[in-house]
């Protein structure tokens, strides 16, 4: 017993005397942590480079993924967890900010120097929440050796497509990777929306448009298709990149991130705007996704931080190099006029009349409902109207469970 | 005996108290450091942890329990743990909007400065003081072009260039040298710019500080939060707030984020059980999730039966033996993406097989009965050869004479399977086959792998698919929209969890009696 207490007496003072004896540690320079995605990865480490020899301050680069990024910083940013920079979809800002986790950001007067687009979907409540780098959206991209010039309209595209079909040139007239992200531009050519937005200008939870005249005469469009057997009635996002890659199919839809693998499989393409519904009707506006810094409220070095980014990122080096490295179309005006690759300029088309993604929580409940009504509608086992009606059922559903 | 009454110092044992020591310094700093963030629960348990572990290896008296003390410390942190926060979590609206607790929101709220009315906006210049490190002064330039100089503890006075000490002034009217104090270059304050930022410059209630790279303002604390009442009042709007649900809000229902944990009793459970629509199409899942279970062992354990016996007495059994287990050390998602590939209906090799030999394929992964025909099959496939390692072993342990025996009386083959050799197989198996199929009951990665549990189900009030097992519906409910909801999640795993061990139970009882009548 005896060896007991005297054990426990030398825990405890060994316990707390390093911690209690230990002088007060002079401020050391700080160190500043960045989380990011993989192809960002390899830039900012470069740039934070230029950034310690610049002002003795240590940056380290780390990679996360957006999933992991956002549960950190929603679950743990509070108590201290998190980086102190991490890089972001705008779309998850709502949650981010109503969460209380991420600062506001003040460019002064170097907010002229973006897009306006881009720093508005940074924007939440009346405040900047973010430093936007890179614009994304998709557009249409066509086989050039299959379709030389791009559809004015969307029943041009699906005449040409059905065309090459029975000729037997291609297996499908156009790939569907889904009927959700990035078929939004049909809905949107036939007027459909998901939210609308209120009086104050933002989009609200409570016009929810999932289920109007524009989204489902949107989706008869694949729907006939679909039903005559001209597109898969499998979605899947892979197969529909492999269909366009193969030849198999002269249309799809999607992003820059694909440009890679249609370059590698030397498949010849050309990016295009969007077809509207008639001649004279508005062409189909997708989504606009804006990847940008933000910065985390919990942050010890939250100053520098804010600096970092003010000083450093917002500068034409710094987004120039972004750019190089990882073309996207930027959110730096000067940036983003001075680039002639024709990918950049088909893209930024596309997005010329995008919409930001509604960056609101309620946003969340919609990815799942509308795969699950996209499926079901390339199945056949709904009609589009239905399908639409049902996702739009789920989707108040759960906003009204969540309440 | 006179050794051990003495104090048995041997270098065993004193190895062994060094080691103990090391071990319970390394837990109570990290106890420490615990307690510092307000995680009071995983510290009490590893404070259990410590105690448990200290006795049984400083105790002479208690040195039989020492590995079992090892066991018990484990399962007390990785099992025990879990299950007590999952239980805690149910009873909260811990999710979206209330992740801190209430202590972590009030603090959140209490850093929060603002700029008063009267305050005044300012860029800033730092000087540092040649004698201490962390004493600095701040030329402040106000809107109007009225100068100021602070220190820390000193009030902000009006300052102009060639006074009190403060030297020529630079092109854009900055003083070079002010007496007693080094000027810093903007560049030079990068570094140091949030120990900057934590300074408290002039005195109250005219607080300046800085707010960036060259702003300052004079701010104040936004929120201040009253434990008597219960209440947090805005400064700079005057109202009030109070804590409703998890939330602070004022009178007239305006919420304040960030919103906090609080306990809500058995409101999930009760959520669960009287919303239909988050139920769902419970009853189909339950039952799909049945069948998935059951079918998958059954045919799991039919297959590498079959295969046992059949290779039991074969030439060459080790190669083919050595082939079949194939499947088992490569990784389930690897055979499971490989598997979806096969069967996708527009370029899946096996799709085209069948359509080359029928003319038609049915569509594995949008018809829901085919997906799940699908699932099943490629279960069989992941989990035969560990019946087979299983089965193999356990026909070794039958006797021969018996089969021989049996032989002799005039059974025939598939006799002597059924009456001696299945029954007694059983006996040995079915422990393991309760274990597999409660391990396939919350299998999750297949059909999570596989199909993401669609095709989804028409006319289901909230998302849910046709393949969907309980795990996979609790995570599209949990974690698949962005407003998760742990507290709900954590509740429907806690009627998961009853959900397996009733059954388990049953199946236990049900062997037992099967083995009492076997005996």
Same mark, same amino acid.
């Given at each position: ?21 230990? !002088? ?5 320079? !700080? ?18 480079? %230029?950034? *310690? ?57 170097? %907010? ?19 430093? !936007? ?43 569907? !990777? ?159 006029? %001075? ?49 639409? *009606? ?9 906003? *009204?469970?969540?309440? | 005996? $006179? ?50 572990? @200290? ?37 909260? $609206? ?18 929060? #400065? ?10 800033? @210049? ?39 000490? &403060? ?11 002010? #007496? ?26 005219? +607080? ?22 219960? @209440? =947090? ?100 998602? &690897? ?79 598939? #006799?002597?399977? &059924? ?34 549990? $669609? ?13 969907? +097992? ?25 009627? =998961? ?19 009492? #009548?076997?005996?």
């Amino acid at each position: 017993m005896k060896r007991f207490v005297f054990l426990v007496v030398l825990i405890v003072l060994a316990v707390n005397l390093p911690l209690s004896a230990a !002088p007060k540690v002079v401020a050391q320079t !700080p160190t500043l942590t960045i989380w990011t995605d993989d192809q960002r990865l390899p830039v900012l480490t470069e740039l934070s480079k %230029a950034f *310690t020899e610049e002002y003795g301050v240590e940056v380290v680069v780390e990679p996360q993924g957006t999933e992991n990024t956002m549960n950190t910083m929603t679950q743990g940013a509070a108590t201290g967890e998190g980086p102190d920079i991490f890089t972001i979809p705008h779309d998850n800002m709502g949650r981010l900010v109503d969460t209380g986790v991420v600062a506001p950001i003040d460019l002064g007067d170097k %907010a002229e120097l973006f897009l306006p687009s881009a720093l508005e979907a940074f924007t939440y409540n009346g405040e900047l929440y973010g430093v !936007p780098f890179a614009v994304e959206n998709v557009a249409l991209f066509r086989n050039v050796d299959l379709v030389p010039e791009a559809p004015a309209t969307w029943a041009e595209a699906a005449e040409i497509g059905r065309q090459l079909v029975d000729e037997g040139t291609v297996e499908y007239a156009f790939a569907f !990777p889904d009927l959700g992200y990035n078929y939004y531009p049909v809905y949107t050519a036939f007027s459909g929306y998901i939210f609308g937005r209120g009086e104050d200008g933002n989009y609200t939870a409570d016009d929810l448009g999932m289920d109007s005249e524009g989204m489902i005469a949107g989706a008869d469009w694949a729907n006939t298709l679909i039903r005559d057997g001209y597109a898969s009635e499998n979605l899947d996002w892979e197969a529909a990149h492999v269909l366009f890659e193969s030849g198999q199919a002269p249309f799809i839809i999607t992003g820059p991130w694909a440009v890679d693998r249609f370059k590698t499989n030397e498949v010849p393409y050309a990016i295009s705007a969007f077809p509207a519904a008639a001649e004279d009707g508005e062409p189909g506006a997708p989504f606009i996704g804006v990847q940008g810094f933000m910065v985390n409220a919990g942050s010890e070095n939250l100053l520098l931080a804010q600096t970092f980014l003010t000083e450093f990122i917002a500068t034409d080096e710094a987004m120039q190099y972004i750019f190089d490295n990882d073309p996207r179309p930027s959110a730096w005006v000067a940036t983003f006029e %001075a680039t002639d690759d024709p990918d950049m300029r088909g893209f930024s088309e596309a997005g010329a009349n995008g919409q930001a993604m509604p960056a609101i929580p309620a946003m969340g409940f919609v990815w799942d409902a509308w795969e699950s009504a996209g499926l079901l509608i390339t199945q056949g086992e709904l009609t589009p109207g239905e399908a639409l *009606t049902q996702a739009a059922e789920q989707i108040r559903t759960q906003i *009204t469970e969540s309440e | 005996m $006179n050794i051990k009454n003495a104090f048995p110092v041997t270098p065993s044992t004193i190895l062994r108290l060094a080691l103990v020591g090391v071990f319970d310094i390394a837990v109570l700093s990290l106890i420490r450091q615990l307690l510092d963030d307000g995680n009071y629960p995983l510290s009490a348990i590893l404070g259990v942890v410590i105690v448990i572990i @200290t006795l049984c290896y400083s105790l002479e008296k208690l040195r039989y329990y020492r590995w079992l003390g090892v066991s018990i410390a484990a399962a007390t942190l990785f099992v025990l743990y879990p299950i007590l926060y999952t239980i805690y979590l149910s009873t909260t $609206n811990a999710g979206y909007g209330h992740i801190l607790t209430k202590h972590e929101a009030v603090e959140f709220l209490e850093r929060q #400065q603002y700029v008063p009315e009267s305050g005044q906006q300012y860029t800033w @210049t730092a000087y540092r003081s040649l004698e201490t490190s962390d004493d600095y002064l701040l030329w402040l330039q106000a809107e109007d072009d009225t100068t100021y100089l602070t220190g820390i503890g000193t009030a902000t006075k009006p300052a102009s260039i060639g006074a009190d000490g &403060v030297g020529a002034a630079d092109d854009k009217g900055i003083p070079l040298t002010i #007496q007693g104090y080094q000027r810093l270059e903007k560049r030079d304050t990068v570094a140091i710019i949030d120990q900057l930022g934590e300074i408290a410059f002039g005195v109250a209630p005219d +607080i300046i500080r800085i707010t960036g790279l060259s702003a300052a303002a004079t701010t104040q604390q936004r929120y201040r939060y009253d434990s008597d009442s219960d @209440t =947090l009042t805005d400064a700079e709007t005057g109202l009030v707030y109070h804590p409703v649900e998890g939330v602070f809000e004022t009178d007239d229902g305006q919420e304040l984020p960030p919103g906090f944990r609080v306990g809500v009793g058995l409101h999930n459970f009760e959520r669960f059980f009287a919303s239909s629509a988050l139920r769902g199409p419970l009853v189909r899942i339950i039952s799909w999730n049945f069948a998935y279970a059951i079918l998958s062992v059954f045919f799991g354990f039919a297959l590498g039966l079959f295969i046992a016996v059949l290779f039991d007495t074969l030439p060459g059994k080790e190669i083919i033996r050595a082939l079949l287990i194939i499947p088992y050390p490569i990784p389930a998602l &690897v055979s499971i993406l490989i598997w979806r590939n096969l069967l996708n209906p527009d370029f899946g090799a096996l799709v085209s097989l069948q359509e080359s030999i029928f003319g038609t394929a049915p569509n594995w992964l949008t018809d829901p009965m085919w997906t799940r025909i699908a699932i099943i099959i490629i279960n069989m496939w992941l989990s035969y050869p560990y019946f087979y390692i299983v089965s193999s072993g356990a026909l070794q342990a039958i006797p021969t004479d018996m089969l021989d025996a049996a032989a002799v009386d005039g059974a025939n083959a598939w #006799q002597r399977f &059924v009456k001696i050799i299945l029954p007694l197989l059983l006996k040995i198996v079915s422990p393991l086959l309760v274990a597999s199929f409660a391990f396939n009951f919350n299998n999750f990665n297949l059909i999570y792998i596989f199909n993401q549990g $669609n095709p989804p189900i028409a006319g289901s009030p909230i998302p849910a698919g046709h393949t969907d +097992i309980l795990i996979s519906f609790v995570y599209r409910l949990a974690f698949n929209s962005a407003i998760s909801d742990y507290g709900l999640g954590a509740s429907i795993s806690i009627v =998961l969890f009853l959900f397996v061990a009733a059954i388990t139970w049953g199946q236990f009882r049900y062997t037992r009696v099967m083995e009492d #009548q076997n005996a």
